[in-house]
C-alpha cells in the first residue's frame, strides 16, 4: 500500500549539522494523529534516536 503522506516531511537542521525529519503522516490528523516532540537532551545528555509512538496506522 502507497501512502503519499510518508513522502512529505519537515525537516530540522541543528547548528552543529545534525538533521531530523517527521513525516507528514506521523503527526496527521489522520495518520498518525501525534504532535513530533523533539528531545535535543534527555538527563543532561545529548539524546539518541526517538521513534514517534502509538501509530495509528501502523505506517512503520
Same mark, same amino acid.
Given at each position: 500500500?502507497?501512502?503519499?503522506q510518508?513522502?512529505v516531511?519537515?525537516?530540522?537542521v @541543528?547548528?552543529d549539522?545534525y538533521?531530523?525529519?517527521?513525516?507528514?503522516?506521523e503527526?496527521?490528523?489522520g495518520? @498518525?494523529n501525534r504532535?513530533?516532540?523533539?528531545?535535543?537532551?534527555?538527563? @543532561?545528555s545529548t539524546?539518541?534516536?526517538?521513534?514517534?509512538?502509538?501509530?495509528?496506522?501502523g505506517?512503520?
Amino acid at each position: 500500500m502507497t501512502t503519499p503522506q510518508l513522502s512529505v516531511g519537515v525537516l530540522a537542521v @541543528g547548528a552543529d549539522g545534525y538533521r531530523a525529519l517527521v513525516t507528514y503522516g506521523e503527526i496527521a490528523p489522520g495518520s @498518525g494523529n501525534r504532535g513530533a516532540i523533539l528531545a535535543v537532551e534527555q538527563d @543532561g545528555s545529548t539524546a539518541g534516536p526517538t521513534p514517534a509512538g502509538r501509530d495509528r496506522r501502523g505506517h512503520r
